[in-house]
């Protein structure tokens, strides 16, 4: 089973304000980890809760789906589903 990524950011450097210049106004931030695949389903953690959610990437920004994405701590790419053993057989 894969780990929890946790959600981390870092302030902009001078060369990504000239290049994001409309986000650089809200004082936005580069997310500094690794980020789900636009559509994926995955596994978000924030406070002592735990949901499945989907990321989104378009003009917009990232975000998910169901939660701020400044809400989430952490997100896990969703297990394999259960097979059991017969089924391996077959």
């Not at 917009?60 to 089924?87: H, Q």
């Amino acid at each position: 089973m894969s780990d929890w990524i946790p959600i981390k950011t870092r302030p902009m450097t001078d060369e990504e304000v000239t290049y994001y210049r409309d986000w650089a106004e809200y004082e936005a931030e580069i997310f500094d980890c690794p980020l789900p695949e636009d559509g994926q389903e995955v596994l978000v953690s924030w406070g002592n809760n735990v949901s499945v959610d989907v990321f989104v990437r378009d003009t917009n920004g990232c975000y998910f789906e169901d939660r701020d994405i400044d809400e989430v701590t952490a997100w896990m790419p969703l297990p394999e589903p259960y097979k059991a053993e017969s089924e391996d057989k077959e």
